[in-house]
């Protein structure tokens, strides 16, 4: 079976830090890309950006929106990534999703940021 | 503003066949066949309903199909049930500055 579990989220106020983990199971990760992808209370999906897999050298990419303050990594001997978010602003409050190869979806973690 | 445009929502009865759309342009719907469709219930994490524009997982009801002409991707869905109420986004890949990218959603109801 496939499971995707998120972990991290919290409260934190605006210009902070906050790393998200995703820890995986069931499927092959080393080879899979993993997108994080997130949602304010009440909005849409917005991708949030993704590492590739090792057959892809762990290649990265991010959203605008994003670029610059947000990191993806990933261990593949925990089969685990990681959203490291800094410089955090109100509008990135929300549920945070990983998603292996977009195909599989952990519950997502609830990220607030507030003063 | 999404990078796609969905209406945002849709109603049908039960049994009925519904599509919904979704619309992008040459440098994403139009350029490459990875469109991808999710179903989202309130509370619930997006489910995979459609993937390379037409591919359906395994354990996807057969009453989801995807489609797609020139910018327009399109998900239907026949034989309308209850079950189907839900949130609907599509997703497409935008090539490799832009990466991917979300429609707004569409709220199906069912009457």
């Known amino acids: 079976e496939v499971q995707l579990v998120e972990s991290g989220g919290g409260l934190v106020q605006p210009g902070g830090s906050l790393t998200l983990s995703c820890a995986t199971s069931?499927?092959?990760?080393?080879?899979?890309?993993i997108h994080w992808v997130r949602q304010a209370s009440g909005k849409g999906l917005e991708w949030v950006g993704r590492?590739?897999?090792?057959?892809?050298?762990?290649?990265?990419g991010y959203a605008a929106s994003v670029t610059g303050r947000f990191t993806i990594s990933r261990s593949d001997s925990k089969k685990t990534a990681y959203l490291q978010m800094n410089r955090l602003k109100t509008e990135d409050a929300a549920v945070y999703y990983c998603?292996?190869?977009?195909?599989?979806w952990g519950q997502g973690t609830l990220v607030t940021v507030s003063s | 503003q999404s990078a796609l445009t969905q209406p945002a929502s849709v109603s049908g009865s039960p049994g009925q066949s519904i599509t919904l759309s979704c619309t992008g342009t040459?440098?994403?719907?139009?350029?490459?066949?990875?469109v991808s469709w999710f179903q989202q219930h309130p509370g619930k994490a997006p489910k995979l309903l459609i993937s390379e524009d037409n591919k359906r997982p395994s354990g996807v009801s057969n009453r989801f199909s995807g489609s797609k002409s020139g910018n327009t991707a399109s998900l239907t869905i026949s034989g309308l049930q209850a079950e189907d109420e839900a949130d609907y986004y599509c997703?497409?890949?935008?090539?490799?500055?832009?990466?991917?990218?979300f429609g707004g959603g569409t709220k199906l109801t069912v009457l």
């Open positions: 590492i590739r897999g090792k057959p892809n050298s762990y290649a990265t």
């Open positions: 997703c497409a890949y935008a090539g490799s500055r832009t990466l991917w990218v």
């Open positions: 040459t440098s994403d719907v139009g350029r490459y066949n990875l």
């Open positions: 998603t292996g190869m977009l195909t599989f």
């Open positions: 069931g499927f092959n990760f080393s080879d899979s890309a």
